[in-house]
């Protein structure tokens, strides 16, 4: 009961990571391969058949495709570059998976996602009745010390997005900075997205992920995570993690913030756009920019206006 507490209280950080949203349970049958949504929050799942073959092959199989890229776009692998797994072994029912010591360096999120969708994967193959993970040479273990041990997926809050089949379009004005990186340039783009997502998260994801064509630059950079975002009384609040302030991308700080209010307020969400780090505001954005009080729309900022 110890363990399952302590995954219960993690995956609860996983909650309020993601605005404390109920994104629900994907229908239909499965199995599933689970990737996380793009700004690392949740939890998403792909259907997926398995190869036949023995449970071992099957083991490797599920890893070796949570490690590639999902088929939808929206999706991305659980793994990260620096994370690698050194052995796999299966016994009386048990996948063992023995991790490098670069495990340990995971945040506390990004750690329950990856264990969460290893297990949930694994778990659904018929031999395999629960995972154990081992890292360097050493079971897993709590931030108390306590092992871990062997896992199920009922052991995790189930916190899962919309399947790939649950999906609409939309048509988005998102301002992306210009060659120079000094000015704004819009670009009209038509986006397939879960239906469970809001359109302010969904401008957020785009903006993270970057310009499809090559006359204009990201204003965001890729560490960086979207917390929670709200809309109350027509103001959008914005909560971004620390990644969101290590910009290492040639743009004027200010128009990396203005091509978050100018994309939220041009997309008819809010009026007015506040941006918080860690739930912070007393901050300075880069040294520049002043993010305690809300920002309006600034289409001065846009190229040739």
């Keep these: 009961m110890k ?42 799942k792909e259907k997926y058949t398995f190869k036949k073959g023995s449970p071992l092959s099957q083991i490797r199989e599920g890893l070796e495709k949570l490690k590639e890229n999902p088929e939808n776009e929206d999706y991305i692998s659980v793994f990260t570059k620096d994370v690698s797994i050194q052995k796999e072994a299966f016994e009386e029912g048990i996948a063992k998976l023995y991790f490098s010591d670069k495990y340990n360096k995971l945040s506390k999120t990004q750690e329950v996602l990856l264990r969460s969708a290893i297990v949930q994967t694994l778990t659904q193959l018929d031999e395999v009745k629960g995972v154990e993970f081992v890292v360097g040479e050493k079971p897993l273990s709590d931030s108390k010390g306590v092992e871990i041990g062997v896992m199920k997926g009922e052991d995790f809050v189930q916190n899962i997005g919309s399947s790939i089949h649950s999906a609409e379009k ?56 979207l917390l929670s975002i709200t809309t109350k009384e027509n103001t959008c609040y914005i909560n971004f993690n620390e990644g969101f302030l290590n910009n290492p991308l040639q743009i004027n700080p200010e128009i990396s913030i203005y091509s978050i209010v100018n994309s939220i307020i041009e997309n008819h969400l809010a009026e007015k756009v506040q941006i918080s780090v860690n739930g912070e505001t007393n901050v300075s954005y880069q040294g520049v920019v002043d993010l305690s ?10 190229e040739g206006r």
């Design 3 to 44: 363990r399952k507490s302590v995954i219960f209280l993690l995956v609860i950080c996983i909650f309020l990571l993601g605005g404390c949203k109920d994104r629900g349970i994907p229908q239909g049958e499965g199995p599933f391969l689970y990737f996380q949504n793009t700004e690392g929050t949740n939890l998403m």
């Design 293 to 302: 009080k809300p920002f309006s729309l600034n289409m001065e900022k846009v």
């Design 170 to 225: 939309a048509n988005l004005t998102i301002f992306y900075g210009n060659e120079q990186g000094e000015k704004l340039v819009q670009k009209n783009i038509s986006v397939r997205y879960n239906s469970n997502m809001s359109l302010e998260e969904l401008v957020i994801q785009q903006l993270i992920k970057g310009p499809r064509s090559k006359n204009a630059l990201k204003t965001i950079p890729q560490d960086t995570n």
